[in-house]
Nanobody, 119 residues
Framework: QVQLVESGGGLVQAGGSLRLSCAAS????????MGWFRQAPGKEREFVAG????????SYAASVKGRFTVSKDNAKNTVYLQMNSLKPEDMAVYFC????????????WGQGTQVTVSS
């Protein structure tokens, strides 16, 4: 099994920045993809950004492209989400996820971290 622990959420003013971290442990050699998702109150969970376990391929939701950057520290088995130019609509609980299968289905989840953006 893979365990994921997020950190780095908090309160920030609109236009500010935050960096989220997700530390993976356990059977990390089974991971194909890592992703960040978010869920705002009353809304569905949505994909934010993803990165291959090798770190050489990334993808982003259109709403965050150019503002958020996903990266990975291979030595620490940690994935980061650098969030710049934050907007009130970015406010949500952010979840880290791992796909431990070649199909790319996310099946391991962290507990989530709250990001609050004040206007």
């Amino acid at each position: 099994q893979v365990q994921l622990v997020e950190s780095g959420g908090g309160l920030v003013q609109a236009g500010g920045s935050l960096r989220l971290s997700c530390a993976a442990s356990g059977r990390t050699f089974n991971i194909y993809l890592m992703g960040w998702f978010r869920q705002a109150p009353g809304k569905e969970r949505e994909f934010v950004a993803g990165i291959s376990w090798s770190g050489d391929s990334t993808s982003y939701a259109a709403s965050v492209k150019g503002r958020f950057t996903v990266s990975k520290d291979n030595a620490k088995n940690t994935v980061y989400l650098q969030m710049n130019s934050l907007k009130p609509e970015d406010m949500a609980v952010y979840f880290c996820a791992a796909a431990v299968n070649a199909a790319g289905k996310y099946d391991a989840w962290g507990q989530g971290t709250q990001v609050t953006v004040s206007s």
